[in-house]
């Protein structure tokens, strides 16, 4: 399992601070500055002092980019000095820039790319990573697509390059499952798991089990903000496939993308079958399950289930996410977050980045 198991690099150049403390500096490149990674500058923002007096860390942004603009400062801002230049704008202030010369101008030590998946499935985002490795950048990423589609090719890539990626938010927002399978349970083995991986799904069943039709269920969500405009992504199961696809590529090396998950549509499920579950006590989820088949093939699917009200998964409903991961020497182990939103994603995001300063 290599969720930060890339070979290691020369460590980052310790620099001195503006205030002679000798802190180490960590230059970001940012892709992508939508909620996430705006929320991933607000954390910094607010762990400044905790970075420089536990971890010896200085961090710095020397690039900011999205299709729409750019803000590139090769000698570095602070988080908070990059969320004050961005304000309101819907996109840093400086006209764009391609991807590659961003990150080829920003002289950083770390890409945090944090764009959209793309309807093609990320080769862009695998593009975007592949050149920051060139340039000799490690990579932290919440963008399931490369990990999902194109595992290989991006741990290939890593490899070849000397570099590292980190990937903890692509699965359950900032809940440690890739973390947790390499430094908790060393040798363990990934035998296969079981999972609540979307909340918008959690959502509709929810709704629809108090007597909500789908369609008001789903009105529903959307107004909250969990489900876009177009919610076919969610509600006919390839977001659960996609997270499914990367923990099962990291951690049991199945070699699978989304289009192999056998995925079940929310919208065939009546709303008597959701209801008739809570009748006999239980609950109705759409539980991603993937398994090793011999000889070593990885198979997976995502079904609407119904799991017995002391079923661990039951309870998870709502913006909640949860997993069961079956291992050899550990048994199962159930990891589950409670409220899972974007503050969680971004320190999601946090956390890989201090592992990545942490190895060096």
């Known amino acids: 399992m290599s969720a930060a198991g890339q070979p290691s690099a020369a460590g980052l150049t310790p620099r001195p601070t503006a205030d002679g403390a000798g802190l180490r500096t960590v230059r970001l490149c940012l892709l992508g500055f ?14 400044e002092r905790t970075l420089a007096d536990r971890h010896g860390l200085r961090v710095l942004v020397t690039a900011a980019g999205t299709r729409h603009g750019c803000l590139l400062a090769p000698e570095g801002m602070t988080p908070a000095a990059v969320l004050a230049a961005v304000g309101e704008r819907p996109a840093p202030p400086q006209a764009a ?3 590659d010369e961003l990150l080829s101008a920003s002289r950083a030590d770390v890409l945090v790319e944090l ?3 793309e309807e093609d499935f990320a080769p862009i985002a695998t593009g975007h990573i592949e050149t920051a490795f060139a340039l000799g950048m490690d990579v932290v990423t919440a963008n399931k697509g490369p990990i999902a589609w194109n595992w290989r090719r991006v741990a290939a890539a890593a490899a070849a390059a000397g570099r590292r990626i980190r990937f ?9 499952v890739f973390s947790l399978l390499e430094l908790a349970l060393p040798d363990c083995r990934l035998l296969g798991f079981e999972a609540v991986f979307n909340a918008t799904t959690n959502y509709i069943i929810d709704a629809m089990g108090i007597g909500r039709s789908f369609d008001e269920a789903l009105a529903h969500v959307q107004a909250a903000g969990y489900a876009e405009a177009d919610p076919s992504y969610d509600i006919d199961g390839w977001d659960a496939a996609c997270k499914a696809a990367a923990l099962a590529n990291v951690a049991m090396d199945a070699g699978i993308t989304p289009a192999d998950i056998d995925k079940q549509s929310l919208r065939g499920v009546p709303l008597e079958r959701i209801a008739q579950a809570r009748s006999n006590g239980n609950r109705l989820r759409l539980v991603t399950t993937v398994w090793r088949e011999e000889p070593g093939r990885v198979r997976g699917r995502v079904r609407a289930t119904e799991l017995d009200i002391d079923h661990p998964l039951a309870p998870v409903g709502s913006e909640s996410l949860g997993a069961i991961l079956h291992t050899d020497l550990m048994a199962d182990v159930f ?9 969680q994603t971004a320190y999601g995001v946090y956390a890989d980045l201090l592992h990545l300063c942490r190895d060096r």
């Not at 939508?34 to 762990?47: D, E, K, T």
């Not at 903890?168 to 440690?176: F, I, N, R």
């Not at 990891?335 to 503050?343: D, K, R, T, Y």
């Open 97 to 99: 820039l391609p991807a």
């Open 34 to 47: 939508g909620s996430v990674p705006r929320a991933f500058c607000a954390l910094l923002a607010q762990q």
């Open 168 to 176: 903890e938010s692509t699965v359950m927002d900032g809940l440690p």
């Open 335 to 343: 990891v589950c977050e409670i409220a899972g939103l974007v503050p």
């Open 115 to 117: 764009t959209v998946m």
